[in-house]
Each structure stands twice: as structure tokens, then as C-alpha cells.
């Protein structure tokens, strides 16, 4: 790009950035209803509480201002395009998206989106375009080379199916064709594709893996979402989905991972669902080093919500691993048994007491609120930032 685009393009950022999530509102609008068949790609739950059009907007509004410094970028765009991966996303949808962006972008601003500031950012849309492209691609191309790896969605039959707590149930699957298994990094996730009677479009989800990286299946846990839209395919997998059928799934992707080869202890905290690239991380963490100091801290309602707890209990047994729960409104069932080691919330001090370790990596899942509140309590004990790894369910947020 010149050095007249790269001007124009970082002095109307911040102009983008103020009707950011009205031009990606508007953008989504267009781009749906001249191409419905990308419904088929985008959740329409993400879509319809606003996560969507807000991560957009803030990726827009990076990638703006570093236009003349786009490697900057790159574990952004890393992040994205695993995500991209994951969901099948080809380089020929890119060219819709710019135009549907474009054509938003003048609509939203009106007169003052003149030809050179469309010009402008029609030219950096392409320069981003490409970056993500090519990512991209090398990504599909290291999945397909691994034995037994696929590009984009492939039929994994389902081997078994076990209720693990009130509300979630785990899926066991192989390759339905019978072929090796790719093995995945501790914390990965991969997408399901299914096809729900009575709807229209065929709907992704992305599911962490919760077992152990080698072995000879994959293992998703599913919590039944009560919203009828945001629980569309997870009461579709609980409800219909049993042993013997199959699913549609993605090789694994994400950058949400475990250090395997360092020797810094590490503290896994989790809240509800967020438990399951944790305990994969786990099983990782005692299986291929497992002279690591490991402290697990999970977080649930109570016992009938209480995710893996025999099985996390019978590693930390087993490997002398500090592992502590939080139960936010424990049952009495619960106080009879001392099945926890705190009453409510998990706060800063109570983290302070133990999990303080500053030489520790800190490894967060879980919940929009449970993330920002962990991280913020790990900030006031002052746990430096680049210690802090976390993955949040769904599109990207601010966690601080």
C-alpha cells in the first residue's frame, strides 16, 4: 500500500471504531441476505446477542491502526484463522465479505465516506484479506499431513455417550471410515456440523477436547444450554444424538494451549464447562512431565453440576496434584460431605492463599463474568500478565 491509503486508512480508524458495531451490524444484514448460504457458517446465537458484530468490529479496528504493520498482528490473525480452520472457511468467501463490509461502512457514514476513504479501505481490506489467506492455508495444509488429518469437516462416529453432571454429557468419537486419529495440543477444540430437523441451515459449534492428547478417540463434553437458540445443537446432541451415529467434525485447532516442554509450575482454573481443554491440559501436564507443580481450582454450582470431580480427584491422588473447589451455592448434601473447600465466589484473596506462585503459569476457562473476575483477581496478587493464558467461549472479548 502507499503511503496516501495507509494515512487515510489510520486517520478514519477511529471514526470506524466509533460506529463499529453498527457498520458490522449492517454488514452481517447485507452479506446474509444476498448470500444466505453463509448462514450455514456463522452462529446465529453469537450473531443475535451481538458477539459477533462487536469482535469484528474490534479486529476491523486493529487491524487499522497497524495497517502499515500488519505482522503485529499476526497472533491475532493466528487466533482468527484457527478459528477460520475450524468452521471451513474458504479464500473465496473473502471477497464477499469485503464487499458486504464496504458497502456498510459507506451506508453507516454516509457523505462522509468519500471515494478516497472507500478506495482506501477496499485496498487495506485486501491486504488484510491476503495475510488471513494465507494463514489460513498453511493451517489447512499441516492438517491434511498428518495421518489421518482432512481439511475441512470429516464423519466421526460416536463410540459412546456418558453423563458426567446434571447438565453435560460427553461424546466419545472416531473416524467412522476406521482410519488413525490425528493426535491434538493439550487445550485444542474441534468444530461439529450438524443438521438439525425443522432448520434450515447447517449449524457449527466448537467443543474443547477433554481427553488426553494419543489417544485413540476424541472426547467433547456438551453442556445443555437452556435458550432455545443458543442450546439449538447442544439439545440436539444430548437429545438425538446416541452411539453408533455420526457427526461432522474438524480437525483440531486453537492456540489456547498448554507449555508442555517448560518446568514452571502451572495453576488451572476453571468455572462450569470451562473445565474441558483443562482437564485435557491436566492429563497432558502428568502424562509427558509430570514432575510439574500442578494446582487445579474448579468452580461450580454444586455437586450435581460439578464436572469431572471423580476423575480429577483420582489424578491429583494419583500424581499429588493440589486440587480445590468452589461451590457457588452448595447443596446441603454437599456441606454434609465436605465435597468443597470454599463457599461461594472464588476471590483474590482466597486465590491469594492458594495460588499466588509468581513464577506459576495460570491457565483461565470458563464464563464471560468468571474470566474478567479470575484475571482481575489474579492482577490485584500481582501475577504478571504474560503469565495469564485464558480462552473465552465463543467470539473473542476484553477480559480486563
Given amino acids: 500500500m502507499n503511503q496516501k491509503t495507509i494515512d487515510i486508512v489510520k486517520s478514519t480508524a477511529p471514526v470506524l471504531a466509533e460506529h463499529g458495531t453498527a457498520i458490522t451490524t449492517r454488514f452481517y444484514q447485507m452479506m446474509f441476505a ?53 468452521l471451513g472457511i474458504k479464500a473465496e468467501q473473502y471477497p464477499i465479505v469485503g464487499k458486504y463490509l ?19 479501505w477496499a485496498e487495506a481490506y485486501q491486504a488484510i484479506a491476503d ?55 493439550p487445550g485444542q477444540y474441534i468444530s461439529v456440523r450438524v443438521t438439525i430437523p425443522g432448520n434450515d441451515n447447517l449449524h457449527i459449534r466448537q467443543y474443547s477436547l477433554s481427553n488426553t492428547p494419543g489417544d485413540d478417540f476424541y472426547r467433547i463434553s456438551v453442556k445443555r444450554e437452556n435458550c432455545p437458540q443458543d442450546g439449538l445443537v447442544s439439545n440436539f446432541l444430548h437429545d438425538s444424538v446416541d452411539v453408533g451415529m455420526t457427526l461432522e467434525i474438524s480437525a483440531p485447532a486453537g492456540e489456547f494451549i498448554l507449555e508442555t516442554e517448560t518446568q514452571h509450575p502451572i495453576v488451572l482454573i476453571s468455572g462450569g464447562v470451562g473445565i474441558t481443554p483443562l482437564m485435557s491440559m491436566l492429563k497432558a501436564s502428568v502424562t509427558t512431565n509430570p514432575k510439574r507443580g500442578v494446582t487445579f481450582i474448579h468452580s461450580a454450582k454444586n455437586g450435581e453440576y460439578h464436572l469431572f470431580h471423580d476423575e480429577v480427584a483420582a489424578i491429583a491422588e494419583q500424581h499429588s496434584i493440589r ?43 470458563g464464563g464471560p463474568a468468571f474470566m474478567k473476575n479470575i484475571y482481575q483477581c489474579l492482577i490485584d496478587n500481582q501475577i504478571p500478565a504474560s503469565n495469564i493464558h485464558f480462552e473465552f467461549f465463543g467470539p473473542a472479548m476484553e477480559i480486563a
Fill in 102 to 120: 464496504l458497502m456498510a461502512i459507506k451506508e453507516v457514514l454516509g457523505d462522509a465516506a468519500t471515494d478516497d476513504i472507500i478506495n482506501a
Fill in 323 to 365: 486440587y480445590l473447589t468452589s461451590y457457588t451455592d452448595p447443596s446441603e448434601q454437599d456441606i454434609t460431605r465436605k465435597q468443597f473447600d470454599k463457599d461461594g465466589f472464588i476471590d483474590a484473596d482466597w486465590l491469594c492463599k492458594h495460588a499466588n506462585d509468581q513464577a506459576a503459569h495460570f491457565y483461565l476457562c
Fill in 34 to 86: 444476498n448470500h444466505p448460504e453463509l448462514l450455514n457458517v456463522f452462529n446465529h446465537a453469537n450473531q443475535k446477542t451481538g458477539r459477533q458484530q462487536t469482535a469484528l468490529a474490534n479486529t476491523v479496528y486493529a487491524a487499522a491502526q497497524h495497517i502499515d504493520q500488519l505482522e503485529v498482528l499476526i497472533p491475532v490473525v493466528k487466533q482468527i484463522a484457527h478459528k477460520h480452520r475450524s
Fill in 131 to 185: 495475510v488471513f489467506i494465507q494463514v489460513e492455508e498453511e493451517m489447512y495444509q499441516e492438517s491434511e499431513k498428518q495421518a489421518g488429518g482432512w481439511r475441512y469437516f470429516k464423519s466421526y462416529r460416536v463410540i459412546n455417550k456418558e453423563q458426567e453432571s446434571k447438565e453435560v454429557t460427553s461424546f466419545y468419537l472416531q473416524p467412522a471410515a476406521g482410519e488413525q486419529i490425528p493426535t491434538f495440543l
